[in-house]
């Protein structure tokens, strides 16, 4: 059974940094590609960043690019997204997903975590 569980949200400044964390069992990974999407209140969940599980190739939405790094621990497991540089519009419950496309919308994912928030006040 496949799982997903991020961990790392909490409540922040704006100009402060998190670290989201995603720990994924279940399954061999390889050749997937794991993302990360968030959704605010009262609007659609949207692509945030994306990483394949090599670390070769990563995708970022310009939102953003220059202040999030993602990257994976293949011997943990783990895929991390790094976000620096907080401001109040990156509130939102941030998802790890996992599948078998390079996409940025969410239907191309077929594994979900159960979310984490992470609320940035101004």
């Known amino acids: 059974q496949v799982q997903l569980v991020e961990s790392g949200g909490g409540l922040v400044q704006a100009g402060d940094s998190l670290r989201l964390s995603c720990a994924a069992s279940?399954?061999?990974?390889?050749?997937?590609?794991l993302a990360w999407f968030r959704q605010a209140p009262g609007k659609e969940r949207e692509f945030v960043a994306a990483?394949?599980?090599?670390?070769?190739?990563?995708d970022y939405a310009d939102s953003v690019k220059g202040r999030f790094t993602i990257s994976t621990d293949k011997a943990k497991n783990t895929v991390y997204l790094q976000m620096n540089s907080l401001k109040a519009e990156d509130t939102a419950v941030y998802y790890c997903?996992?599948?078998?496309?390079?996409?940025?919308?969410?239907?191309?994912?077929?594994?979900w975590g159960q979310g984490t928030q992470v609320t940035v006040s101004s």
């Open positions: 279940g399954r061999t990974f390889r050749g997937y590609v």
């Open positions: 990483i394949n599980w090599s670390g070769g190739s990563t």
């Open positions: 997903a996992a599948g078998a496309r390079w996409v940025r919308y969410d239907s191309g994912y077929g594994y």
